[in-house]
Each structure stands twice: as structure tokens, then as C-alpha cells.
């Protein structure tokens, strides 16, 4: 049996609530097919770039060979060449999504849904979905609800009452208006973390 490592990708949006996080530099190695990530500021030996706390999942974690590995995020950068950077905006009211591991306890995420933007997400997941197909790996949720999660519990079966959270609306809805930029695509594969920018539109 050959080896395998866990592997996901995400799409990574500039946070308007946390604009204090250190910026990201990409370069990109084309003889080796593949993007690395750098901070601009300073950062101890081994440390791993890693991106902005808000995302969205474009993908399940994905068992991948260890050739596969290696290659997997030049194989994604190629497929993502003409994609241009969209903007991305969140709707209340906020969902429970729930997460049931193998292995491992049960989770339940509190999240927003995406407004604006959701058909480039669909596009960015159609060219995904197509690679993984190609690779005869597993594909994303069949009918995705794009979203971002904002906190997470372990899940005990109780309901959360979504009602106590509507005297927060106006608070939280103030910080979105503006929404997001979206202009790169993170790949993790093992403990790195690749980030593919997205061209410029």
C-alpha cells in the first residue's frame, strides 16, 4: 500500500476585522511546478506560513500518494492560471454546520453563508472538483453551501439558539459590509502551506 498524506484546499479571503495580520509574499518556482509562501516580517526557523483565520473549504481533507504530493499544488496552480480575484460577502442569518470525523469527537461550527460571490466560488470549485476527478481522489460536497466559520464546539446534541444571537445583528452586519477580497487559494498539504495567487481582474 503506498503512502499517503492528508492534504485540503481552501480559499483564503483578507480579513477587514483583522487587518493587523502580517501580509504574505508569493513566489513562484515554474521549473518546479510548484508556489511557495513567504512573511514579509520576521519568523523563526521552521515556522509555516500560515493564512488569515477567516477561509472557505474547497475540498475535504484528501489522502494523497506521496508522488501526488509533491506535485499537487503546481497541478492546482495551473488549473487556477485565468482565475481572477473576486469579492466575497456574508448573509445573516448565521448556521450550525456539523462535522462527524472517523476518528475523533463530533463538532459543530457556527458559521455566515456567502452572498456576493458565491458563483466565482462555484467556478473556483467546478475547476477543482475537475482536477480531483482527474486524480481519483474524492470530490467536494455535492451541493455546497459556501461559508466561513466563526466558532466551533464539541458537539453534544444540544441546539444552539440561534435567537440569542439577533441582538448581535446590527454589530456584526456593520462589519461585514464590506465584505472581502479574495485573490489566492491555500493549499496544505502535510504541515506546508502553499498559497496560489488568483490573477488580477
Known amino acids: 500500500m503506498g503512502m499517503t498524506v492528508a492534504s485540503e484546499l ?21 521549473e ?16 509555516e506560513p500560515m493564512p488569515p483565520a477567516l477561509h472557505i473549504s474547497l475540498s475535504h481533507p484528501l489522502p494523497l500518494r506521496r508522488p501526488l504530493s ?9 488549473i487556477l492560471r485565468d482565475m481572477p480575484a473576486f469579492s466575497v460577502g456574508l448573509a445573516w442569518p448565521p ?18 453563508r456567502t452572498s456576493a ?25 455535492e451541493n455546497p453551501e459556501f461559508h466561513t466559520s466563526f466558532a466551533w464546539w ?11 444571537l439577533e441582538k448581535h445583528k ?14 489566492h487559494v491555500c493549499v496544505k498539504v502535510a504541515k506546508t502551506i502553499t498559497r496560489i495567487p488568483l490573477r488580477d481582474a
Not at 483583522?18 to 513562484?28: G, H, L, M, Q
Not at 472538483?129 to 481522489?137: A, I, K, N, T
Not at 446590527?170 to 472581502?180: D, P, R, T
Request: net charge positive.
Open 70 to 78: 509533491q506535485t499537487f499544488p503546481g497541478l492546482v496552480s495551473r
Open 95 to 112: 448556521k450550525v454546520y456539523n462535522n462527524a470525523p472517523k476518528n475523533g469527537p463530533k463538532r459543530a461550527f457556527l458559521a455566515l
Open 170 to 183: 446590527e454589530e456584526v452586519m456593520a462589519l461585514l459590509k464590506s465584505g472581502w477580497r479574495v485573490d
Open 154 to 164: 464539541l458537539d453534544d446534541g444540544k441546539k444552539l439558539d440561534l435567537g440569542l
Open 117 to 141: 460571490g458565491t458563483r466565482e466560488l462555484g467556478t473556483l470549485l467546478e475547476k477543482v472538483d475537475g482536477l480531483l476527478r482527474r486524480e481519483h481522489l474524492p470530490t467536494y460536497h
Open 32 to 47: 518546479a511546478g510548484k508556489l511557495s509562501a513567504k512573511k514579509t516580517e520576521q519568523k523563526r526557523p521552521g515556522e
Open 10 to 30: 481552501r480559499v483564503t479571503a483578507h480579513s477587514l476585522l483583522s487587518p493587523s495580520e502580517p501580509t504574505v509574499e508569493d513566489t513562484a518556482e515554474s
